[in-house]
């Protein structure tokens, strides 16, 4: 029954016939049967780090997920600790899931990719009545300073242009969110190839952008890895194979 009520939340969320106004009480909707379900989840001592991790991130800065996301970045970078290559983000913001990557990793490099002034353009396979050029800008010190790790790389600008310095590296674990279809296809096309088997990416606003979910299933439409919908979150995830 609880997974019923989410799907047609959900369908609320990302329908596009309805207006923008209706979908983000969807969005408001989801978060709270995310939040009681969560109540019940995390009473499980196994899962408290986790949410003692979350509760350090919110306290500090802004995390624009729900308990279920988060905990999702949260496992994958805990399990993926024993595949080789570092961990990357592309969209920032205000370094909530950076954060809560950089808690949760033992000692893996960190590399964090951000135009730091907001959208780029928007393509004809976005919706511009979802996000606008400019939206999620961000102060770069200010993210800067809520995320001194020892193993942190910032790079400031329009990816794919910054990924220069890290064109000779592998990853373990890719966390996209970039919004809209330009980004998110070309954050693919440069990770994918670099990533080690059993390497994960998560991708926040699958399928609740049109513009990530287009990217996704046509990158992947001809390999073999597959989509994985994460129930009870906006969010993907693939595992390289």
Not at 23 to 43: E, N, P, Q, W
Not at 49 to 77: G, P, R, S
Request: glycine content about 6%; charged content about 25%.
């Amino acid at each position: 029954m609880k997974y019923a009520k989410m799907k047609v939340v959900r369908w609320f969320t990302t329908a596009e016939i309805l207006s923008v106004p209706r979908r983000y009480v969807g969005k408001i909707a989801m978060h709270i049967i995310a939040l009681k379900t969560a109540h019940s989840f995390y009473s499980n001592p196994a899962n408290k780090h986790a949410l003692n991790i979350m509760k350090k991130v919110k306290k500090e800065t802004v995390m624009v997920l729900n308990d279920f996301e988060a905990h999702q970045i949260y496992m994958a970078v805990k399990k993926t600790e024993k595949i080789k290559g570092d961990i990357a983000e592309v969209g920032v913001y205000k370094g909530g899931s950076a954060k809560l990557i950089c808690e949760t990793t033992k000692n893996k490099h960190v590399h964090l990719f951000d135009t730091f002034e907001g959208l780029p353009g928007l393509s004809e396979k976005d919706n511009e009545k979802q996000f606008q050029k400019g939206d999620f800008l961000v102060q770069f010190e200010q993210v800067k300073k809520c995320l001194k790790y020892p193993h942190v790389h910032f790079y400031k600008g329009f990816f794919p242009a910054t990924s220069e310095p890290v064109k000779n590296k592998t990853f373990s674990f890719v966390h996209l969110d970039v919004d809209i279809y330009e980004s998110t296809l070309s954050s693919l096309n440069f990770f994918y190839p670099r990533i080690n088997r059993g390497g994960v990416i998560i991708s926040h606003d699958y399928p609740g952008s049109k513009g990530v979910k287009r990217a996704f299933d046509e990158f992947f439409k001809d390999k073999l890895e597959i989509i994985n919908e994460i129930p009870a979150c906006d969010q993907c995830l693939v595992v390289k194979v």
